[in-house]
């Protein structure tokens, strides 16, 4: 499998996470709004540290891929890292895939961008077959994200994903790489950003 290559895309870099990427995700994780859909907020610095150091070593050992979703800027202004994302459980052709942006960044489309390249490194570069994407329910940003890129909801698993005190569903997206195959051309006559998605093995800052 691939090492997680840095992607660059028209206004994003993905490049492989770092324990240093804590610095500026933690107001992220300790956002109460963001948070309602991935688990408890991070009391501290220190907690989304343990998170990254636990999940690259994690990658390192395990079929998964983990990126850090930064900026593109140019001059003095500098490139921070706004989210992550992962291509995780990679068996038999398969993964599934998870995301977080900043709130901040929202309403930009940077998330269709990341999300774009990184499944276009899955079925490219990885050879998968399949991804998926699950997606709280109430998670409509997210869910349009799926929808932009052509994954289609599959199903329903009822209160699968623990969260705080209790349980979620999940709605279940899928996508086959023929599928991202067909609609690559229409998603680059469209403009949409994530289509123009080029490669650099060297990691990047």
Avoid: C
Wanted: charged fraction near 25%; hydrophobic fraction near 40%; avoid cysteine.
């Amino acid at each position: 499998m691939p090492d997680p290559s840095t992607l660059t895309t028209h206004r994003l870099i993905l490049r492989a996470l770092r324990v240093a990427d804590a610095d500026d995700l933690f107001p992220t994780f300790a956002d109460r709004e963001t948070m309602r859909f991935f688990g408890d907020r991070h009391a501290s610095v220190t907690v989304t540290r343990a998170l990254f150091d636990h999940v690259i070593t994690g990658a390192e050992a395990s079929s998964s891929l983990q990126w850090a979703i930064r900026t593109r800027l140019e001059g003095a202004e500098r490139s921070r890292t706004i989210g992550g994302i992962s291509l995780n459980a990679i068996v038999g052709g398969t993964a599934r895939m998870g995301f977080i942006l900043s709130k901040e960044h929202h309403g930009r489309g940077y998330a269709t961008e990341a999300v774009g390249a990184a499944v276009a490194f899955g079925f490219n570069d990885v050879g998968l077959h399949r991804i998926t994407l699950h997606i709280d329910p109430d998670n409509t940003a997210s869910r349009r994200v799926a929808g932009k890129l052509g994954f289609s909801q599959e199903g329903r698993m009822r209160e699968s994903f623990p969260i705080g005190n209790g349980f979620r569903d999940e709605l279940v997206f899928g996508l086959l790489a023929r599928e991202w195959n067909a609609a690559a051309p229409s998603l680059r006559r469209g403009g949409d950003p994530s289509a123009f998605v080029q490669r650099d093995r060297a990691l990047g800052p």
